[in-house]
Protein backbone atom coordinates (compact mmCIF):
# COMPACT_ATOMS: atom_id res chain seq x y z
CA UNK A 1 0.00 0.00 0.00
CA UNK A 2 1.76 2.53 -1.29
CA UNK A 3 1.61 6.57 -0.73
CA UNK A 4 1.44 9.15 -3.05
CA UNK A 5 0.76 13.04 -3.67
CA UNK A 6 -2.85 12.79 -4.89
CA UNK A 7 -5.37 15.58 -5.83
CA UNK A 8 -8.37 17.65 -4.07
CA UNK A 9 -10.14 20.30 -6.15
CA UNK A 10 -12.58 22.66 -5.11
CA UNK A 11 -14.36 25.56 -7.38
CA UNK A 12 -16.05 28.14 -6.27
CA UNK A 13 -17.92 31.86 -7.63
CA UNK A 14 -22.89 32.45 -13.09
CA UNK A 15 -24.73 29.18 -11.76
CA UNK A 16 -23.42 25.72 -12.75
CA UNK A 17 -24.03 22.36 -12.26
CA UNK A 18 -20.36 21.00 -11.10
CA UNK A 19 -19.59 17.99 -12.32
CA UNK A 20 -17.54 15.38 -11.09
CA UNK A 21 -13.84 15.52 -10.78
CA UNK A 22 -13.21 12.43 -8.68
CA UNK A 23 -10.68 9.99 -10.59
CA UNK A 24 -9.93 12.11 -13.17
CA UNK A 25 -6.43 13.49 -13.71
CA UNK A 26 -5.11 16.95 -11.69
CA UNK A 27 -5.01 18.61 -15.22
CA UNK A 28 -8.30 17.25 -16.62
CA UNK A 29 -10.02 18.75 -13.70
CA UNK A 30 -8.53 21.50 -13.79
CA UNK A 31 -9.48 22.35 -17.40
CA UNK A 32 -12.79 21.52 -17.12
CA UNK A 33 -13.58 24.05 -14.16
CA UNK A 34 -11.57 26.21 -15.96
CA UNK A 35 -13.64 26.08 -19.18
CA UNK A 36 -16.67 26.21 -16.91
CA UNK A 37 -15.17 29.78 -15.83
CA UNK A 38 -15.02 28.47 -12.14
CA UNK A 39 -12.04 29.19 -9.72
CA UNK A 40 -10.26 26.45 -7.49
CA UNK A 41 -8.07 25.53 -5.35
CA UNK A 42 -5.59 22.20 -5.35
CA UNK A 43 -4.88 20.25 -2.41
CA UNK A 44 -2.44 17.65 -1.72
CA UNK A 45 -2.41 14.68 0.38
CA UNK A 46 -1.38 11.08 1.22
CA UNK A 47 -2.93 8.39 -1.31
CA UNK A 48 -2.89 5.23 -2.40
CA UNK A 49 -4.48 6.39 -5.74
CA UNK A 50 -1.89 6.74 -8.66
CA UNK A 51 -0.31 10.41 -8.45
CA UNK A 52 -1.86 13.32 -9.43
CA UNK A 53 -5.68 11.65 -9.29
CA UNK A 54 -8.58 13.56 -8.00
CA UNK A 55 -9.34 11.96 -5.23
CA UNK A 56 -12.07 14.26 -3.59
CA UNK A 57 -14.00 17.27 -4.18
CA UNK A 58 -15.67 20.17 -2.43
CA UNK A 59 -18.72 20.85 -3.25
CA UNK A 60 -19.39 17.39 -4.46
CA UNK A 61 -20.50 16.55 -7.74
CA UNK A 62 -24.46 17.92 -9.12
CA UNK A 63 -23.62 21.12 -6.62
CA UNK A 64 -24.95 24.30 -7.80
CA UNK A 65 -21.87 26.98 -7.88
CA UNK A 66 -21.41 30.19 -8.81
CA UNK A 67 -19.06 30.46 -11.71
CA UNK A 68 -17.34 33.59 -13.96
Known sequence: ???????????????????GLVGLSEDSA??????????????????DRPEGEVTAQTPSAGTEVDGG
Open 1 to 19: NSSRIASIASAERLRVTRA
Open 30 to 47: TTRLEDLGLTYNVAREES
